[in-house]
């Protein structure tokens, strides 16, 4: 398995990001794999007051309470050609401890089968937990990876290292 994007081996880098950091390490490993992106975005986007999880009647703290509300519909569940790609990076925030549901459709709704997908989150403090063996557990197709946690503001000579240890020449 290579992650690097070859011709004989296409990678693609999927994130959601709420505040920017999941984003800004998706983008390092984009550049670095030479891979293609895909943001996922919710079709009803969180606000910031939706997002205060010190508000306990905000929306993503009666989505966390309530897992009936947590269903979050994306503008695109994948990009075109999804089919075509062998490899697979999926990015998180780390929500309570898991992964945050906005993943769901995307994981739920696609195709992995022959793909090798490598999770990986951030977080300010929480460890990946199971969040990554939770979403492989909602997908029944592709070669799920064991995820990673990254901090939440490392950089992008830390991302590379990451890579470097998944045996990318970064
Ligand atoms: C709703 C919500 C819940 C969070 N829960 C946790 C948590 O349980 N543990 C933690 O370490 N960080 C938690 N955080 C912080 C985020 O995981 C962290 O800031 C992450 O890097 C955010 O990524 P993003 O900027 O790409 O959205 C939470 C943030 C939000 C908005």
């Not at 089919?83 to 709704?109: K, T």
């Amino acid at each position: 398995m290579t992650l690097q994007n070859t011709a004989d081996s296409k990678t693609l880098v999927v994130h959601y990001s709420a505040h920017g950091h999941t984003r800004r390490v998706a983008e390092t490993i984009t550049r670095a794999l030479g891979a293609e992106a895909f943001v996922l975005t919710p079709a009803d986007p969180y606000s910031e007051p939706d997002l205060d999880y010190n508000d306990p009647r905000s929306r993503v703290s009666r989505e966390h309470v309530d897992h009936s509300l947590r269903h979050v519909a994306l503008v695109h569940d994948a990009p075109e050609g999804f089919a075509d790609y062998d490899v697979v990076l999926v990015g998180y925030p780390i929500w309570w401890g898991e992964a945050s549901w906005v993943l769901g459709d995307f994981v739920r709704n696609n195709d992995f089968t022959g793909k090798t997908v490598i999770p990986f989150c951030t977080s300010f403090s929480s460890p990946v937990g199971a969040s990554a063996r939770d979403l492989a557990a909602l997908s029944s197709t592709g070669d799920w990876k064991p995820g990673t946690r990254l901090e939440a503001n490392i950089d992008a000579a830390g991302v590379c290292r990451w890579l470097e240890r998944l045996g990318v020449e970064a």
